[in-house]
């Protein structure tokens, strides 16, 4: 499995994989991104590409925060925050 920054990379590489993890295309992925980029800023361990793709893995998966919390290898607290205060 993929953690952090290489499965961001991954999904992006792989257009079959970008859809498996977020059921979204790439181009709908980029648009998406391309409307928050504005409102939402790279933080200091993840990007705005990290922050949608966390959001849309959970949404899509129906998977919970602690898992994408072992996926990002990030604190529960900073996944929480980032999707709370930035894309919700």
């Known amino acids: 499995m993929c953690l952090g920054a290489a ?3 991954r999904c992006l590489a792989n257009d079959l994989y970008l859809y ?10 980029k648009q998406l991104v391309k409307h928050y980029r504005p ?3 790279n933080g200091r ?4 590409e ?3 793709l966390t959001f849309l893995y959970v949404c899509a ?3 919970g925060w602690r898992e994408a919390k072992h996926r990002y ?3 529960l607290s ?4 980032y999707v709370h205060r930035n894309l919700a």
């Not at 498996?20 to 709908?28: K, M």
């Open 73 to 75: 290898r990030h604190l």
């Open 45 to 48: 361990t993840i990007e705005v």
């Open 39 to 41: 409102h939402v800023r």
């Open 20 to 29: 498996e993890e977020t059921q979204l295309r790439r181009r709908a992925f």
């Open 61 to 63: 998966q129906g998977a």
């Open 7 to 9: 499965w961001l990379a």
């Open 50 to 52: 990290e922050k949608v």
């Open 78 to 81: 900073t996944i929480t925050t």
